[in-house]
């Protein structure tokens, strides 16, 4: 099976510009995308970077400057046979949650993120195609039952704890196990709890 | 296994207040309340309901007005034998979700909710005890070490997702199958998309 990982090195991570300036946000989203990529290689697959602009890594990189739906749509139309998609940002990911996303049986496997994203998706058929908008997890079921493809789906919090706020790097304090968990540490992030709720404070 | 489903029927989901009034509050708290019962009765186990006031319902009820620390702890030093404590607002919860908890192996398994939380837990050591302040699922890890336990955590989405804020229940009505869901949608909710994020509107 072909894994196919979409990374925007350019301005990745806009959404956390409240906490991280650009160069931090570049260097935090490296972390991620090592932390996915090295869990997909634990578990058996070589993954493919799919960035908007060329990155330097131990990985086969793709480089389509396209919007996120048209460059994996793009591999979807090329690659003959199983193809994965798996997003840079989750730094909760482990060998476990990808194995079973990997391991699922279905034409169309779907992982929902949190507030109707999809964060991860192994595709069987040869007629499915992504739509990354809105609330992409309702789109994706509609497509892959109007192609009749057999849909399945993975119940994971690591899987749908893409990190894109804030209040995301909390989780990643909380639960994440590699570089991007280290990093955050190493530049002063920690847990913090306000009004009974848990925060990051640097 | 005796199930316990810990249950505020007197001022539930405050933080929902700016969408739903205090009965509106009740009767959503209520429907996801049953949802979670009878998902617990449908992988084979009784749910006994520990409330804050008497609850009218077809499950055993254990009324205790303390806080709902000293009330579960109260029921895991009285209980003998394992225990599982299921939070009454998980909505999403599919008997695929709760039969993974269930048979998960370890002294201890916890099932992380979203923001530092545990959403459910099973004990199955006599010295195991909550604490549900704050990054609770940090102080449930720390005291399963400390009493010497093997502990286990269950990655679950369904189970991270307990539905405290107006934003979660965009959650529900993405994945809920059953009477919150139809609650929700009977109350006119209904998703929307704001600035590329899944909300509600009503």
């Known amino acids: ?33 090592e932390d996915v990529a090295s869990t997909i290689e634990s578990v ?3 993954p493919t970077i799919l ?9 086969p990189v793709v480089v389509d400057e396209r919007t996120l739906d048209a460059a994996v749509n793009d591999r979807l139309a090329e690659i003959d046979g199983p193809v994965a998609i798996v997003m840079a940002d989750l730094a909760l990911a ?15 496997v779907l992982a929902p993120g949190r507030g109707g994203g999809t964060n991860a998706i192994v595709a069987r058929h040869p007629d499915f195609r992504v739509d990354y908008h809105d609330a992409s997890i309702t789109d994706h079921r509609e497509i892959a039952h109007d192609i009749g493809a057999e849909m399945a789906e993975v119940d994971s919090f690591r899987l749908a704890s893409d990190v894109d706020d804030p209040a995301d790097l909390a989780e990643v304090l909380l639960h994440g196990e590699g570089r991007a968990a280290a990093w955050l540490r190493e530049h002063g992030f920690e847990l913090a709890s306000e009004a009974g709720r848990v925060s990051i404070e640097r």
Not at 8 to 27: A, F, M, Y
Not at 94 to 108: E, K, S, W
């Open 94 to 108: 482990t060998p476990d949650a990808l194995g079973r996303l990997f391991a699922a049986g279905g034409d169309v």
């Open 44 to 46: 058996g697959f070589e």
């Open 51 to 59: 960035a908007t602009s060329d990155v330097d890594c131990e990985w």
């Open 1 to 33: 099976m072909h894994v196919v990982v979409p990374f925007d090195g350019r301005e990745p991570k806009t959404r956390l510009s409240p906490v991280l300036d650009i160069e931090e946000r570049r260097e935090f989203a490296r972390a991620m995308l």
